[in-house]
C-alpha cells in the first residue's frame, strides 16, 4: 500500500499561507457507478492522542469515521438518504408494545481475524456498555435492556423495560460497536472488527492505515477504495492547505474564512449537507452561578444568535433556539416561540438572581467547533451591555474532550445531533447520563421523556417532544445559538452518490465505504 501521506508535512504546509497554494489540474471526471481502486486520503479534525478502538469512548470526527464504516460495524445503519437498513442485522420484529425485539443476523461474516460473527458477539459487545465501572456514551441506549438472549446461532432477543419505538434506530449508533467475544480487550487494543478495512497501522492522534478486507459481505456494494490514509489535523488552515496542495482528497469542517478561495479551486469541491448539527455553549448546572435558573435565563438573552450565524458559519446554518431538536428531526418545534438577544431582559433575570453584574468564564477552543474561540468572544461583546462579564478562557485543542468538556464549569461544545429525538435527549439530556454535560434535572422533562419513548401514536408523539423542547430552551443549562450545515470538501479525484448523509460530517462519517475514485 502507498503510505506516503505524512502529517508533519501537511503541519508544514499549514504553516505557509493557503493563498500561496496550487493544485496541479485534474483531468478526471466524476464516475456514474463505483469502481474497486486507488486509495482515499483523508485530513481529518477532531483527533485526540488518548483514542483508541474502544467504541465507548469515541466522541469526535477522527474515531467517529474510522470506527463504524471503517473497521467497526453496527447491528443497523442509517443510510444516506436517510433510510434505516440492517447492517450486521438482517431483519427485526417487535412485540406490539415494542417492549421485546428480535434480530435475525447475517450468516456470512468475519472479524478480521477468521472468527465467525454471530449472536455471543451481539451480546458481549452490549454488555460493555453496562459493566461495572464502564464508562460508556452509549451507557443510556443500552441499559434499558434488562434481558438479552440468544435464540440461535444468528439470533438474539431484547427485553427493554419500557418500549422503544425507536429501538433498531439506537442500534446505529457509532458507540455501539460489535466486538468478538471472549477477545475483546485484544480487539480494542488492536482494531478487530467486521469493517471493510481491517488496520495496518494507528497511532492514536497522528494517524491511520487500512487496507481494504477481501470476500467481504458489502462487496458490490460499499468499499470501493483499496485503502485509507488518514492523516489527524486538528488545525484548520492546515486541513485546508492539504487540500488545496494535493495532499489529501477530503478533509471535514470547512473553514468558512477561506471558503470563497476552496470554491474558487476547480480541482476542489465542496460538499455542504443541512442536517441536526449544532454548536453550544453548555453551562454546568450543579456548579454556581449557573445553579440560578434567572442566571441561565440572563444568559439565554445576552447572546446574539444572528450575529453568529452570520460571523461565524457565515450563514451555513440557522439560528438556535437553545433545545437540541434540529430541522431535519421529525418532531423539530418550528412555532417555538424564539429567545431573542435582550440586554435590558438578560439584566432583568440579573437582578432576579441578586446581582448587579456576573463575571464568568467560558472555556473554549477550535477542538469544540470551528470559530468556537472568535463565538465566544462575540458572546463576550454581547452579554457587556447587560453587565455580563465572560472571560473567555483559550484552552489547548489537544485533550479538550477529555481535559475540558464535562468538567469546567462552561465550555464550548459541537453536537452532530440524532436522527431520531428520543436518541439526542436520552444521550445529552437525560437525568445521570455520562453526557448530559449540563448535569441539568428535570422531573417534568423525565416523565416525558419516558412517555415518548412508549409512544407509537406520531400525534401524541410530536406533542410530547414539542413540549420536551420548550422545557429545555426556557429552563436548561444549554445555550444553542445556532444550527450548523456539514461542509467538508474534496478534490474531483474522488465521487460519491446521489446522496449524502446528514447524520454526522463525512456523508453520515461513512465516506470510506460510501465514495470511490473518479
Known sequence: M?????????????????????LTSLSASAASTPGRGGTLRMAVAGANTSDSWDGRTHSDSFMIVHGHGVVFDCLTEVTANGKLVGELAESWSSSPDAKVWTFNLRKDVTFHNGKPFGADDVLASLQMHTAEGAKSAAKPIVEPIIDMKKLGEHRVEFTLASGNADFPYLMSDYHILMYPAGMIEQAIAEGIGTGLYRVESFDPGVR????????????????????????AVNDSSARMNALLTGEVDVVNRVDFKIEALLRANPNVEIFEVTGNQHFTFAMRTDTDPFTDINVRKALKHAIDRQEMVDKILLGHGAIGNDHPIGPANQYYHAELEQLEYDPDKANFYLKEAGMASLDVDLSASEA?????????????ASAKAAGININVVQESADGYWSNVWLKKPWSAVYWSGRATEDWMFSTNYEQGVPWNDTFWENARFQELLLLGRAELDSNRRRSIYHEMQEIVSAEGGTIVPMYANYVDANSTRVTHGPDIGNLWQLDGSRIAERWWMA
Open 368 to 380: 469544540a467547533f470551528p470559530g468556537a474561540v472568535d463565538a465566544a468572544q462575540l458572546y463576550q
Open 208 to 231: 491511520f492505515v487500512g487496507s481494504r478486507v477481501e470476500d467481504h459481505y458489502k462487496d458490490g456494494k460499499a468499499g470501493w477504495f483499496d485503502g485509507i490514509e488518514s492523516i
Open 2 to 22: 502507498d503510505t506516503h501521506l505524512n502529517r508533519r508535512t501537511v503541519l508544514k504546509t499549514g504553516a505557509a499561507t493557503v493563498a500561496a497554494t496550487a
